[in-house]
């Protein structure tokens, strides 16, 4: 009967945009961050994560990184389903690991567990991995480096690929000084996790444009508010441009001075 009681807390939607609903139980942990440790509480969190779509990622050696999204949690059996990665090499290299943590950006917190275990199985016909339910969830309230949201009456154009074997229309949506972003892109744009954009010019209205290489972390298909599919990228310049410190402090400026997680 618990583990009926504990599954129907588990698929209960939670509001993610405040997080301190999650639990009044943090202890130990540092300022700013909250320990969950119940099994109610870390299954009510990643199922959550599974009804959004969220994307969870997590880095497999050699800067690499396997990025997906969770399909199933089950309480009473104590493990959750993951699909596979569209990097079919990470996918292979997943499973010689021991463990896995996974991060996740849901809203305005940053989410991040540690799995196990992981065996190959079938998830409504489809392959995917399960994994063992993680012992706890940490949720950092802030990011270490907050992002800078674009205000929308300033255009922030990016031609991204620019020095790839592609090039294509961007834009820059939230940048971070620690070199976290999003970019929104064409529909008809296929973009996988781990692909290096090379040459992006990120274009300064009335000033110079700063050209970085950015690495996609991970891309998520959204809709425009006119109604359109477009494409929604997280990327991190691979290394810090000329120019970015001047990029982030006009958008600072420009949202007086306060700057939101992204």
């Known amino acids: 009967m618990q583990q009926i009681a504990n599954f129907n807390l588990c698929t209960a939607r939670t509001d993610m945009t405040k997080p301190a609903d999650f639990s009044k139980s943090a202890q130990h942990t540092p300022p700013g961050n909250v320990l969950y ?4 509480e870390i299954c009510r969190i990643l199922q959550f994560l ?7 990622s997590a880095e497999i050696g050699n800067n690499r990184l396997f990025v997906s999204h969770i399909l199933s949690v089950d309480s009473g059996a104590g493990y959750l389903v993951v699909a ?29 567990f540690r799995v196990s275990s992981p065996v190959d199985m079938q998830f409504d016909g489809q392959p995917a991995i399960q994994f063992a339910l993680p012992q706890s969830v940490i949720l950092n309230h802030r990011r270490k480096q907050a992002r800078i949201s674009v205000p929308e009456d300033i ?9 790839g074997v592609i090039s294509f229309e961007a834009r820059i949506t939230d940048i971070s ?23 992006c010019r990120i274009i300064i ?24 599919s477009i494409n929604r990228a997280g990327v991190r310049f691979v290394q ?16 007086d001075n306060t700057a939101t997680p992204g």
């Open 177 to 199: 000084l620690g070199g976290m972003g999003g970019l929104l892109y064409g529909g008809d744009i296929i973009l996988e996790a781990g692909t290096i954009l090379k040459g």
């Open 50 to 56: 599974a009804s959004d779509s969220c994307p969870v």
């Open 84 to 112: 596979y990665s569209a990097d079919k090499s990470a996918n292979s290299v997943l499973f010689g690991l021991p463990s896995l943590e996974f991060s996740a950006n849901p809203h305005r917190g940053h989410l991040v």
């Open 240 to 255: 810090k441009p000329e120019g970015i410190e001047t990029l982030i402090d006009m958008f600072a400026r420009n949202q």
């Open 155 to 163: 255009s922030l154009r990016c031609v991204a690929d620019e020095g």
């Open 205 to 228: 209205p009335g000033g110079k444009a700063v050209i970085a290489d950015l690495e996609v972390r991970y891309t998520k298909r959204i809709t425009s508010p006119d109604g359109t």
């Open 37 to 40: 440790r119940s099994r109610v």
